[in-house]
């Protein structure tokens, strides 16, 4: 699809975006607390662009990703999830996702998880228990992972402000350069992974400059290790495989 397709789309959800960017909660690193701090600005960017529904996401986040983060990297890391993957927007604000509605559903219900939990882990847990049951099949189930935020949440579907989080993460997904061609797609400091996306790890490790960094940034064996498990994964879900 040509550059020249997509400017209508992004054009409107921009436009969008400026009119409701004050209702939407700010990231971490907007805080003042998080800006004052000089560890902050030592950290690294991790985003992980990804789709509920794909088999390999769905892998990628309920294998191994957690524990990675939690147990080794969060501290050196400003982590990111953004929940669209493979989604069309349209110019008039609509969308399409590649596995169907079930996967719109999701999609904007992480979406707004992302929306009212301002901490990167608490985001990660929960939505790598909802994509720990579409492994299972059982992705209808995935209120049974909200707790106490469920009502906040199916508020958040429920009023659209989840929609137009999703089209927030539309217009970034559709500006990336280069442009994602699958999903999950890893980028650390501005640079996509690709092919090299397991490898996450070695890249967050070499990318760290702050002082005391994780054990497993010291060990190229646990590296390895570690990746040689990520990378046990379904095969990726193309863009050029969407059908809608």
Not at 36 to 58: G, H, I, R
Not at 82 to 92: I, Q
């Amino acid at each position: 699809m040509g550059s020249h397709m997509l400017s209508p789309c992004i054009a409107f959800s921009l436009m969008l975006f400026a009119m409701v960017v004050s209702h939407c909660s700010s990231s971490p690193t907007d805080n003042p607390r998080h800006l004052s701090s000089v560890q902050n600005f030592q950290k690294v960017d991790l985003t992980l662009y990804y789709e509920s529904l794909c088999p390999a996401c769905t892998e990628f986040i309920s294998h191994s990703f957690l524990d990675v983060i939690t147990e080794h990297l969060m501290p050196i890391v400003n982590l990111k999830l953004v929940p669209w993957g493979n989604a069309r927007l349209f110019s008039d604000g609509s969308f399409a996702c590649q596995h169907g509605p079930d996967e719109c559903f999701l999609n904007t219900v992480e979406a707004c998880i992302i929306n009212f939990h301002p901490r990167p882990s608490r985001q990660l847990r929960i939505i790598h228990c909802i994509e720990a049951l579409v492994q299972q099949g059982q992705y209808h189930q995935w209120a049974s992972c909200l707790g106490d935020s469920y009502a906040p949440v199916l508020d958040c579907y429920n009023s659209g402000l989840g929609k137009t989080l999703e089209q927030q993460y539309g217009v970034e997904t559709l500006q990336l350069i280069p442009p994602h061609r699958y999903t999950p797609w890893v980028v650390v400091n501005g640079q996509p992974l690709e092919e090299n996306y397991g490898q996450f790890i070695a890249y967050v490790c070499k990318a760290y400059k702050g002082p005391s960094p994780p054990a497993v940034c010291k060990s190229a064996t646990a590296m390895k290790e570690l990746a040689s498990d990520i990378e046990k994964v379904h095969e990726v879900c193309y863009a050029s495989d969407r059908r809608t």
